[in-house]
T-cell receptor, first 113, second 117 residues
Framework: SQTIHQWPATLVQPVGSPLSLECTVE??????LYWYRQAAGRGLQLLFY??????ISSEVPQNLSASRPQDRQFILSSKKLLLSDSGFYLC????????????FGPGTRLTVL | KNQVEQSPQSLIILEGKNCTLQ??????????LRWYKQDTGRGPVSLTI?????NTKSNGRYTATLDADTKQSSLHITASQLSDSASYIC????????????????FGKGTKLSVKP
């Protein structure tokens, strides 16, 4: 079965600093990969998804970017963090049929001060 | 506009009691509906997934129901345990590309369940 790794687990960064969150997937090949953000008391917001290496789709305009340099690696980045970037970031992958279930990583808690 | 609304927003029950969480959606066309459990500070974990043709799906003490006509789903938890304390999220996929592979899953805001001893 697939396993999703995310690091770091927690991160505290000053406003204006860069960001790099990494997600790697094991146990599956050619997965669809997703980055979500979950603000306190709010639902999950889809930020980016990728259906293959180098293919990134952005769902909302924002201060963040994503890259997929390898089949099972998905990176979330920012050149200059904003206070509003604070939140819980989740990476997810989608397996194929028959279960067709989206599996989530453990998440990264980002606090921008 | 495609939306998923969950109720109640939060719920407190005593250990051993049953409870039912509600999910109403206005997503069309509808492909499938999932319930996830999210422990605090952790990623969501899938409980059930139902297509539009399924009425019920069970996973241990969790039973999900779906009424595609009224666009309502419920998650029933039987004989609650302290470990059931978590947020429960309803997610709807609006496309028939079975799984929302184009990134169009629609998430509810969740119901926060607290089970007290």
């Amino acid at each position: 079965s697939q396993t999703i790794h995310q690091w770091p687990a927690t991160l505290v960064q000053p406003v204006g600093s860069p960001l790099s969150l990494e997600c790697t997937v094991e146990g599956t090949s050619n997965p669809n990969l997703y980055w979500y953000r979950q603000a306190a008391g709010r639902g999950l917001q889809l930020l980016f998804y990728s259906v293959g290496i180098g293919q990134i789709s952005s769902e909302v305009p924002q201060n963040l970017s994503a890259s997929r340099p390898q089949d099972r690696q998905f990176i979330l980045s920012s050149k200059k963090l904003l206070l509003s970037d604070s939140g819980f970031y989740l990476c997810a992958c989608l397996t194929g049929l028959p279960t067709d279930t989206q599996y989530f990583g453990p998440g990264t808690r980002l606090t921008v001060l | 506009k495609n939306q998923v609304e969950q109720s109640p927003q939060s719920l407190i029950i005593l250990e051993g009691k049953n409870c039912t969480l509600q999910c109403n959606y206005t997503v069309s066309p509808f492909s499938n509906l999932r319930w996830y459990k999210q422990d605090t500070g952790r990623g969501p974990v899938s409980l059930t997934i139902m297509t539009f043709s399924e009425n019920t799906k069970s996973n241990g003490r969790y039973t999900a129901t779906l009424d595609a006509d009224t666009k309502q789903s419920s998650l029933h938890i039987t004989a609650s345990q302290l470990s059931d304390s978590a947020s429960y999220i309803c997610v709807v996929s609006p496309n028939f590309d079975y799984g929302g592979s184009q990134g169009n899953l629609i998430f509810g805001k969740g119901t926060k369940l607290s089970v007290k001893p």
